[in-house]
């Protein structure tokens, strides 16, 4: 059984950490986790932008942004993974709800989560695409990023049914 509360519907900036959730062991704030994959995004988004119309130490950059938002996503996947494997024993956890928030994040956070993994997928497509045969094509490795930041909101925040 989940003692978390949903995230605040005044968006992801409010709260900032001020509503802690009493998670055995800790963890980040539904909040932090909205804002860290919001600003990886953009950062993303930026990168790959220059990235496609500038050649040499931009696209260098925007690999280094690719593989490095890519490595925090596996990391982010395998710890939501791993807090979904400890809850799951009282609490039914379903995959669509873990990585995908359905039915179990308030509609405020998961349309901004599951937006941030859109545009993720839609700006990796469109740049690899842009300059194919390039190191740009490793940006369509950072929508697991996304998928693993909503997993990790719903590992420690979601709302799922008792077993």
Do not use: K
Request: hydrophobic letters at 50%; one cysteine or more.
């Amino acid at each position: 059984m989940s003692n978390s509360s949903p995230e605040p519907e005044s968006g992801p900036g409010g709260g900032d950490g001020a509503d802690r959730d009493g998670l055995p062991g800790g963890g980040p704030t539904g909040p932090a986790i909205v804002r860290v994959s919001t600003v990886g995004t953009v950062v993303f988004v930026v990168a790959s932008v220059v990235a496609v119309f500038s050649d040499g130490v931009p696209r260098a950059v925007a690999v280094a942004v690719d593989l490095g938002l890519f490595a925090l996503g596996c990391g982010a996947f395998l710890w939501a993974f791993a807090v979904a494997l400890d809850r799951s024993r009282t609490t039914a956890i379903g995959i669509g709800g873990l990585y995908f928030l359905a039915g179990c994040a308030p509609r405020p956070v998961r349309r901004r989560m599951m937006g941030l993994l859109a545009a993720q997928v839609v700006v990796g497509v469109a740049a690899a695409s842009a300059v194919p045969y390039t190191a740009v094509a490793a940006s369509v490795l950072v929508p697991v990023y996304g998928l693993g930041l909503a997993g990790l909101w719903g590992a420690h925040h979601g709302r799922f049914d008792d077993r």
